[in-house]
């Protein structure tokens, strides 16, 4: 489903349904939040500063869910009002729905999801049906805000919900990216309990294994050339900022075929446990560029297009 648009037939949409003339119209109201993380440390100059330590908000998600460090949902102008909030289905690394809100009634609350590893987008925030629980969106983002600082207060970390609205002729399909989003993420866990058990073996005589390498996904012709390129750029770079300059570069002149996934990239490079995968993400999405006013960048470029023809 789009953002945009006013009733949308949101349950036969979410589930794939062919509506009928037995099936009632369900409408709902939707609000996208990017997610911003900002560093709290003391700076020497003013405004904040963005973090990429996105493994702190995973963690806090995974904490509630497994009831050991619990959000606490409060409203804003009176802390005595607290929320209740209910799982829709298991939450996993980074990825997390649920309903929240006084539950008096039948239809008292508003539903919540929190998608940090999303593989199209930057982290974001989805509320849908805040009202009638909550008379305005802001309201639940403020609560959903404070809940996460609350948790992150040690980690010189907090959240930010920032307004997420398409850009004119732009369509957001965020509830197919969700979809995506949950099946990878219950992937991982799955892959990751089977490494725990030590059934590698078995998973790799069981399934066809698909070419995954980094040159798989760069332009037929270019393959050595850009990877060559990539990798003499980025040797003993630690920082996310610095190792991402030539991935978007190379993005931004269409020498991918698509989008290199994340451990491809950081497996190929040697690059495990230097960058998140949001951080990852938000680099290479070309809709934000985090590169905007960073000189090292337009150097990168300029002698990309020198290397390859391109100027």
């Not at 794939?16 to 003339?21: A, T």
């Not at 003391?42 to 869910?65: H, K, Q, R, V």
């Not at 040690?154 to 850009?167: I, R, S």
Request: glycine letters at 4%; hydrophobic letters at 35%; proline letters at 5%.
């Amino acid at each position: 489903m789009p953002l945009g648009g006013s009733k949308v037939e949101y349950e036969l949409l979410y589930n794939n349904l062919k509506p009928n003339r037995y099936m009632s119209k369900t409408t709902c109201n939707v609000k996208l939040y990017k997610m911003r993380l900002v560093s709290t440390a003391p700076l020497i100059f003013m405004g904040p500063t963005y973090s990429d330590e996105w493994i702190a908000p995973c963690e806090a998600i995974m904490n509630d869910y497994n009831q050991k460090v619990v959000f606490e949902f409060k409203h804003p102008k009176d802390s005595d009002k607290t929320y209740e909030r209910h799982y829709d289905r298991p939450a996993y690394n980074g990825y997390a729905e649920l309903k929240v809100g006084s539950f008096s009634t039948a239809g008292d609350y508003a539903r919540v999801i929190i998608n940090i590893t999303s593989a199209n987008f930057e982290p974001y925030v989805v509320l849908e049906n805040y009202k009638p629980a909550f008379n305005r969106a802001s309201i639940l983002a403020d609560i959903v805000t404070r809940a996460f600082n609350w948790v992150l207060r040690g980690k010189m970390l907090c959240v930010k919900l920032e307004p997420w609205k398409p850009a004119e002729g732009e369509k957001i399909f965020w509830m197919k990216d969700c979809h995506e989003s949950y099946v990878a993420a219950e992937k991982a866990s799955e892959d990751d309990a089977m490494k725990n058990f030590g059934f590698e073996q078995l998973k790799k005589t069981s399934f066809k294994k698909q070419p995954t390498g980094m040159k798989t996904y760069i332009k037929a012709g270019l393959e050595d050339k850009v990877d060559c390129w990539i990798r003499k750029e980025i040797k003993g770079m630690t920082e996310p900022i610095d190792m991402m300059r030539p991935m978007r570069a190379f993005m931004e002149f269409e020498m991918f075929k698509k989008k290199p996934p994340f451990k491809v990239f950081t497996a190929h490079y040697h690059k495990e446990g230097m960058i998140s995968l949001p951080s990852y993400n938000g680099y290479m999405y070309l809709k934000n560029n985090k590169y905007k006013e960073d000189m090292a960048y337009d150097d990168t470029k300029k002698r990309i297009m020198k290397d390859f023809g391109l100027d």
